[in-house]
Structure formats: structure tokens, C-alpha cells
């Protein structure tokens, strides 16, 4: 499993539609992580490779998404992207999601993950 390209569309189709609703409602039951970059990024480009690793570690416990904020700029004014890498972390049940801005260690980010997505 690879990360998955996000648009505006698919972010409200398979995860959340903002113009519905302004209460959090995740629509999936797997938790997931949203990574906000740019091309241009060059801590976007170091953390790129340790989240496809994370993907494949995490294969069916946690879906890992690319939102390119120079492309998607609807969704990165939604979640008010000011800088990136930002990464949103999305649990299950009902739980609000986390926003980490920052290029973050592996070690950093699978510690979220332990204890916040798949615990």
C-alpha cells in the first residue's frame, strides 16, 4: 500500500465533507495521516520517503494521503496550511484530529501512531 494522492473531492468523498457539516466526522474506520506538501518543499521531500515506508509497514491499520498544497488550495485553506510539511493525524472513533506541523523523525512519527491511531 502506497500513500494516496488527495483532492478536495476525494478528501470530502472518503473522509470528511467540510461544506456538509463543521462537526468532525471521519468516514472511515481506519485510522490516517494526511501529509500537506509542495514540490518546491525540501523537508517535504525528506519526510515523502519515510512515509511511504510507514504505508507499507502500517498496510491495512492506517491510511497514509499527499495533499499537494500548491494544487489543492481549497483543502489547505480548510485546515489553514501556513506552513509545510504539515501533518494531520486522524483516529477512529470519534476522537478530533491532530495537526503536527514540521518535518518529523520515523522514529517521532511512528510513536504517534502507536499511541494515538492504532493503540
Known amino acids: 500500500m502506497a500513500t494516496i494522492n488527495l483532492s478536495s473531492e476525494k478528501f470530502k468523498s472518503d473522509i470528511f465533507d467540510y461544506t456538509a457539516s463543521q ?9 490516517a495521516i494526511i501529509d500537506f506538501y ?4 525540501g523537508p517535504c521531500k525528506m519526510v515523502a520517503p519515510i512515509l511511504e515506508e510507514l504505508s507499507e509497514e502500517y498496510a491495512g491499520k492506517l491510511k497514509i494521503y ?3 498544497t500548491e ?8 485546515f489553514q496550511i501556513r506552513s509545510i510539511p504539515s501533518i494531520l493525524f486522524i483516529p477512529v472513533g470519534g476522537k478530533q484530529p491532530m495537526m503536527q506541523a514540521g518535518a518529523l523523525p520515523k522514529g517521532a512519527l511512528k510513536e504517534i501512531i502507536e499511541k494515538e491511531l492504532i493503540s
Open 71 to 78: 494544487v489543492e488550495q481549497e483543502l489547505s485553506g480548510v
Open 38 to 41: 509542495a514540490d518546491w518543499c
Open 23 to 31: 462537526e468532525w466526522d471521519y468516514k472511515d474506520d481506519v485510522p
Open 66 to 68: 499527499k495533499v499537494n
